[in-house]
């Protein structure tokens, strides 16, 4: 049956919908998503826990909590389902640099270490990176214990060192942990809070660290950040489905996603929009003229203060002279394909080493939009193996990698593979680097392609690079790439090319050539892939071979009376 949505919980509902405070749209759609669950779910807000959470202020140096922060609180620690279980035990916080964020991670743990929690032993581990990041909010707590205004009441009610604080009453600690496995030992977590996620490449230490959870009543966790450099990591996909939540497209199977972002690039010039990633700058005057003064200097210098737009804005920036693709188009890439069964395509094929990574793609255009559907493949024996920080056990499972545990890759894989996409499509050729053409001109030729002068096996030079990389760029500036609503190796390719200056005088000065030509290279050799994306800019240098299908017949006949004259 509905319940009535508590006062303090609508207070920051009314500043985001009477635009009070100036919000992004993830917050619009999570104030309405809440008055939704509460108008169709049984569930009910424990006001005298929230309270009593709320009347330990008096022990922070801040007093009262912001309106956001008490938002969140209340959702994540005080809302419950009829059976009695948390509504939203997994809260995903994404808040700009200087919010709160470990203030309000403080006072979660100090509220339900105590005795208002109600459950005995319900330890709060708090996990990062790093040592410092993972004890900056246990600090915030130690602080107020040796604060000689407190120090002798908290005396009576806490036990605490440097290590860890433990609640005489409940029997809970607080504890920091950061990644390695003597800090992982003997956890039994009520909740576990990982700080800065932003910083983990894949899930392997959020899995060790959430195993011990469900031994206490009401597990938790809370993942708190602002956004960082590394792409499609956990922070990546925990914003994905935060967002399709918020849209209604998935269940949330418990995530609270409170996400604060810019919507655009240019609302940063607005300084009124930047309580869209930061909702503590009404309260925090201070802090909205250090962000001003980092914004004159990112004006300067946007390449050397890409940090301001990264995490005080949540709006991550690249290194424009480092990135072949802006992440943003990357992500816009990351769509449903248009369907370009039975169209003309090429096939693309890359890799550096049959022991290492090897890509095949097929292109195909419809309505100027060039549609790319790939496969790659991983040899498990591959020296790089241990340099990965991609979670490729995963894409395997998932279907988007195929892991050969031979010597080297099997090139009849890559055979079978392209035979399916012959099935597919009407393939018109195949484009692949003249480095690899001997290794694999055999194996193309006995399933129909011909090579030489007249053939159908083009051979990539780097010149014939060079001269495509605009045509690559407007593709995606314009965003006409699609290769799949869910492709996260196409993006880890994309995401890990650079794009360099063609001549290599040019190079060793930084810049251009004298023609301004480039070319594309890995930003990390070993560790950092770019197979999937040169297959595709291998078959791009021959698309001016694609019909361009469109389903404007009278645009159709036209183009047929143009090309006829």
């Given at each position: 049956?509905?319940?009535?949505?508590?006062?303090?919980?609508?207070?920051?509902?009314?500043?985001?919908e009477?635009?009070?405070?100036?919000?992004?749209?993830?917050?619009?759609?999570?104030?309405d998503?809440?008055?939704?669950?509460?108008?169709?779910?049984?569930?009910?807000?424990?006001?005298?826990?929230?309270?009593?959470?709320?009347?330990?202020?008096?022990?922070?140096?801040?007093?009262?909590?912001?309106?956001?922060?008490?938002?969140?609180?209340?959702?994540?620690?005080?809302?419950?389902?009829?059976?009695?279980?948390?509504?939203?035990?997994?809260?995903?916080?994404?808040?700009?640099?200087?919010?709160?964020k470990?203030?309000?991670i403080?006072?979660?743990?100090?509220?339900?270490?105590?005795?208002?929690?109600?459950?005995?032993?319900?330890?709060?581990?708090?996990?990062?990176?790093?040592?410092?990041?993972?004890?900056?909010?246990?600090?915030?707590?130690?602080?107020?214990?040796?604060?000689?205004?407190?120090?002798?009441?908290?005396?009576?009610?806490?036990?605490?060192n440097?290590?860890?604080?433990?609640?005489?009453?409940?029997?809970?600690?607080?504890?920091?942990?950061?990644?390695?496995?003597?800090?992982r030992?003997?956890?039994?977590?009520?909740?576990?809070?990982?700080?800065?996620?932003?910083?983990?490449?894949?899930?392997?230490?959020?899995?060790?660290?959430?195993?011990?959870?469900?031994?206490?009543?009401?597990?938790?966790?809370?993942?708190?950040?602002?956004?960082?450099?590394?792409?499609?990591?956990?922070?990546?996909?925990?914003?994905?489905?935060?967002?399709?939540?918020?849209k209604?497209?998935?269940?949330?199977?418990?995530?609270?996603?409170?996400?604060?972002?810019?919507?655009?690039?240019?609302?940063?010039?607005?300084?009124?929009?930047?309580?869209?990633?930061?909702?503590?700058?009404?309260?925090?005057?201070?802090?909205?003229?250090?962000?001003?003064?980092?914004?004159?200097d990112?004006?300067?210098?946007?390449?050397?203060?890409?940090?301001?737009?990264?995490?005080?804005?949540n709006?991550?920036?690249q290194?424009?002279?480092?990135?072949?693709?802006?992440?943003?188009?990357?992500?816009a890439?990351?769509?449903?394909?248009?369907?370009?069964?039975?169209?003309?395509?090429?096939?693309?094929?890359?890799?550096?080493?049959?022991?290492?990574?090897?890509?095949?793609?097929?292109?195909?255009?419809?309505?100027?939009?060039?549609?790319?559907?790939?496969?790659?493949?991983?040899?498990?024996?591959?020296?790089?193996k241990?340099?990965?920080?991609?979670?490729?056990?995963?894409?395997?499972?998932?279907?988007?990698?195929?892991?050969?545990?031979?010597?080297?890759?099997?090139?009849?894989?890559?055979?079978?593979?392209?035979?399916?996409?012959?099935?597919?499509?009407?393939?018109?050729?195949?484009?692949?680097?003249?480095?690899?053409?001997?290794?694999?001109?055999?194996?193309?030729?006995?399933?129909?392609?011909?090579?030489?002068?007249?053939?159908?096996?083009?051979?990539?030079?780097?010149?014939?690079?060079?001269?495509?990389?605009?045509?690559?760029?407007?593709?995606?500036?314009?965003?006409?790439?699609?290769?799949?609503?869910?492709?996260?190796?196409?993006?880890?390719?994309?995401?890990n090319?650079?794009?360099?200056?063609?001549?290599?005088?040019?190079?060793?000065?930084?810049?251009?050539?004298?023609?301004?030509?480039?070319?594309?290279?890995?930003?990390?050799?070993?560790?950092?892939?770019?197979?999937?994306?040169?297959?595709?800019?291998?078959?791009?240098?021959?698309?001016?071979?694609?019909s361009?299908?469109?389903?404007?017949?009278?645009?159709?006949?036209?183009?047929?009376?143009?090309?006829?004259?």
């Amino acid at each position: 049956m509905p319940c009535k949505i508590n006062s303090h919980i609508m207070d920051y509902i009314n500043q985001v919908e009477e635009g009070t405070i100036r919000a992004c749209e993830e917050q619009h759609e999570l104030v309405d998503y809440v008055r939704w669950i509460f108008e169709t779910e049984d569930i009910w807000v424990d006001e005298t826990q929230l309270e009593n959470y709320l009347s330990q202020t008096k022990y922070f140096p801040y007093e009262l909590l912001f309106p956001w922060e008490i938002f969140v609180l209340a959702l994540h620690c005080c809302v419950y389902r009829a059976d009695g279980y948390p509504r939203w035990p997994d809260l995903f916080l994404l808040v700009g640099r200087g919010a709160g964020k470990d203030g309000y991670i403080a006072f979660e743990s100090w509220c339900l270490i105590g005795p208002y929690n109600g459950i005995r032993m319900y330890d709060v581990d708090i996990c990062a990176n790093t040592e410092d990041q993972a004890k900056a909010p246990f600090e915030d707590v130690w602080n107020i214990l040796e604060s000689p205004e407190h120090t002798r009441k908290m005396e009576k009610h806490f036990t605490w060192n440097k290590e860890e604080i433990i609640s005489r009453e409940t029997k809970a600690r607080i504890k920091y942990r950061a990644n390695n496995p003597k800090g992982r030992d003997g956890m039994r977590s009520g909740i576990v809070v990982f700080n800065e996620i932003h910083q983990y490449e894949d899930y392997k230490n959020i899995n060790v660290f959430t195993t011990g959870l469900g031994k206490k009543k009401h597990p938790r966790r809370t993942y708190a950040t602002t956004n960082g450099d590394v792409r499609d990591g956990p922070l990546d996909q925990m914003l994905d489905t935060g967002r399709l939540i918020l849209k209604r497209e998935i269940p949330d199977n418990g995530m609270l996603p409170f996400i604060c972002e810019l919507n655009k690039f240019e609302e940063v010039h607005d300084s009124k929009n930047w309580t869209m990633s930061n909702p503590s700058l009404p309260y925090l005057p201070q802090l909205e003229e250090e962000i001003r003064k980092e914004y004159l200097d990112w004006i300067k210098s946007p390449n050397e203060f890409t940090a301001f737009m990264t995490k005080r804005m949540n709006f991550p920036q690249q290194d424009s002279e480092l990135a072949a693709v802006e992440w943003d188009m990357i992500v816009a890439a990351t769509r449903e394909r248009p369907d370009t069964a039975g169209l003309d395509a090429i096939i693309g094929i890359d890799f550096m080493k049959t022991t290492d990574f090897a890509a095949v793609g097929a292109l195909t255009k419809r309505e100027a939009v060039f549609a790319w559907e790939s496969h790659s493949w991983f040899c498990f024996n591959s020296c790089d193996k241990e340099r990965l920080r991609v979670p490729w056990e995963a894409w395997e499972t998932e279907g988007k990698l195929t892991v050969d545990h031979g010597v080297e890759i099997n090139l009849g894989l890559m055979e079978n593979y392209i035979l399916e996409l012959c099935e597919k499509y009407n393939v018109i050729g195949v484009a692949l680097d003249g480095f690899r053409y001997a290794l694999v001109r055999d194996m193309l030729e006995r399933i129909g392609f011909t090579a030489g002068k007249g053939g159908n096996i083009y051979m990539v030079r780097p010149s014939d690079i060079i001269k495509v990389v605009p045509v690559v760029e407007s593709a995606f500036v314009s965003k006409r790439v699609a290769w799949g609503a869910y492709e996260p190796v196409m993006r880890w390719y994309t995401n890990n090319t650079k794009k360099v200056p063609a001549s290599a005088a040019a190079k060793q000065r930084a810049g251009a050539d004298s023609n301004g030509n480039y070319r594309y290279d890995k930003i990390e050799p070993k560790s950092r892939k770019t197979d999937g994306f040169m297959a595709m800019v291998a078959a791009l240098t021959q698309e001016s071979l694609l019909s361009d299908y469109c389903e404007d017949d009278n645009n159709s006949m036209l183009n047929m009376a143009v090309i006829t004259g």
